[in-house]
């Protein structure tokens, strides 16, 4: 597969896109609204081509705790390698090998609260191991604070109400999010209301519903 250059890459606009084929290879990091929240794998997985391979998905013992293990049968058909390891600086060890696999769709890292092994040098030897491979690396920071990172992409993200079914209004339907992009290295930051097609694999960035529609749906929910 052929990615297009970083400054190529669009930022996400009011026409909905497929965002995620656009994008180059990196890490990105994404910091939860709370903690256990499942949108921040939802988020991960929406941005990643399961066509290319199966996605092996890190969690440290926090994270497996607290918010569970992936459950297949919730993930759309994307087939998951999912290791469970003790500590952050396993979780960085196994992503950076996984990462030396170009046969993966991506890789997601999950680790619980501050840690002092994911420091700036740790965060920029994945981002680098990344883009030569091109295997896209997502780093879910659960209870941490947003600290020093080479992480390409920056993310915090919350659940929304998700978009309501005209055949039947009880059933779920396809899920929104509260995006902020906070650090961005190739395209601007901003915040936006994100929807996800599960049918298309659509991924949509909506500038036109806006941060205070967001909070708006939130204060509903």
């Known amino acids: 597969m052929t990615w297009p250059p970083p400054a190529s890459c669009p930022a996400p606009s009011n026409t909905p896109h497929r965002f995620a084929a656009l994008r180059q290879p990196t890490l990105s990091e994404i910091f939860p609204e709370t903690a256990p929240d499942a949108a921040a794998p939802a988020f991960a997985l929406a941005h990643l081509d399961a066509a290319r391979g199966p996605v092996l998905w890190i969690q ?23 290791l469970q390891v003790s500590r952050a600086i396993d979780v960085l060890w196994a992503m950076e090998q996984g990462l030396g696999c170009p046969a993966l769709g991506g890789v997601i890292g999950e680790v619980w609260g501050t840690a002092p092994a994911l ?103």
């Open 60 to 82: 440290d013992r926090l994270s497996l705790r607290e918010t569970g293990r992936p459950f297949p049968p919730g993930l759309g058909g994307c087939e998951v390698l999912h």
């Open 119 to 221: 420091d700036f040098t740790a965060t920029k030897r994945l981002a680098l191991r990344s883009e030569a491979h091109g295997v896209p690396a997502w780093l879910i920071r659960r209870a941490a604070p947003p600290e020093l990172s080479a992480a390409r992409e920056r993310w915090r993200l919350g659940a929304l109400p998700a978009r309501p079914v005209p055949d039947d209004p009880r059933a779920p339907g396809a899920p929104l999010w509260n995006a902020e992009l906070f650090r961005a290295r190739w395209r601007a930051p901003g915040r936006w209301v994100a929807g996800h097609d599960p049918q298309g694999g659509e991924l949509h960035f909506d500038h036109a519903v806006g941060m205070e529609a967001a909070e708006a749906a939130r204060a509903m929910a």
